[in-house]
């Protein structure tokens, strides 16, 4: 497969643990992330999301939690499995006009023992 | 498999030749991004079109150019190239012209590299 990045953040968790993968944000104006799952050699997958009116949004196995106030990000996978391996990334949605661009952040690399 | 079509898979050139990339937008999406992905700048918006019309732009070079046709496909030139022009190029497609929470679906990539 293919490095998307030689210097990434990485995280190195045992199969059925927890996982937390830390993002900052830098534009307060940001109203809509996204994490994305980026598995060697294939495109971002979207993960899940949340609004900047909400603190918390759950889905299968994970766990958006949103801090406005520290523009902090973070998302948490549940009882991690090895196919959970993948660099995420968070992605910002700044708003404005009909103008749409996902700001993307540099990507964490996870890695899942078994 | 996100429904986007990204061809060709790889590109090999050399310097100050000229390439197009193309995509295939999820059936009914009618918005689709350009992205480039290198080691050392992470993901990159280059630029959105919708439904033919050119609608945001990003960090994109004025030695490339886009464009979007009306069966929706789009095409990425890449003229000039240089070696750090080597990089992934990823194609997302919306349903809509994208205003807030809109997902994007992301292709398979076109993996450029500049000899």
């Known amino acids: 497969g293919e490095s998307v990045g030689l210097h990434l953040p990485t995280l190195s968790v045992q199969e059925g643990d927890n996982s937390i993968i830390n993002c900052a944000y830098s534009?307060?104006?940001?109203?809509?992330f996204i994490w994305y799952k980026q598995e060697s050699g294939k495109g971002p997958q979207f993960i899940i999301d949340?609004?900047?009116?909400?603190d918390k949004r759950q889905g299968q196995r994970v766990t958006v939690l949103l801090n406005k106030t520290v523009k902090h990000l973070s998302l948490q996978i549940a009882a991690t499995q090895p196919g959970d391996s993948a660099v995420y990334f968070c992605?910002?949605?700044?708003?404005?006009?009909?103008?749409?661009?996902?700001?993307f952040g540099k990507g964490t690399l996870l890695t899942v023992n078994p | 498999d996100s429904g986007v079509t990204q061809t060709p898979k790889h590109l090999i050139t050399a310097t100050g030749q000229r390439v197009t990339l193309r995509c295939s937008p999820r059936?009914?999406?009618?918005?689709v991004y350009w992205y480039q992905q290198s080691l050392d700048q992470g993901l990159q918006f280059l630029i959105q079109?919708?439904?033919?019309?050119?609608?945001a732009k990003g960090n994109i070079l004025e030695r490339f150019s886009a464009q979007q046709f009306p069966d929706l496909h789009s095409e990425l030139n890449l003229s000039s190239l240089e070696l750090g022009d080597s990089a992934l190029y990823f194609c997302?497609?919306?349903?809509?012209?994208?205003?807030?929470?809109?997902?994007?679906?992301f292709g398979p990539g076109t993996r450029l590299t500049v000899l």
């Open positions: 997302a497609s919306s349903p809509q012209t994208g205003g807030l929470y809109n997902e994007q679906f």
């Open positions: 534009n307060s104006a940001s109203d809509y």
């Open positions: 949340i609004r900047s009116n909400m």
């Open positions: 992605a910002e949605n700044r708003s404005g006009g009909s103008n749409y661009k996902l700001t």
């Open positions: 059936s009914g999406d009618l918005s």
């Open positions: 079109y919708y439904n033919g019309e050119e609608r």
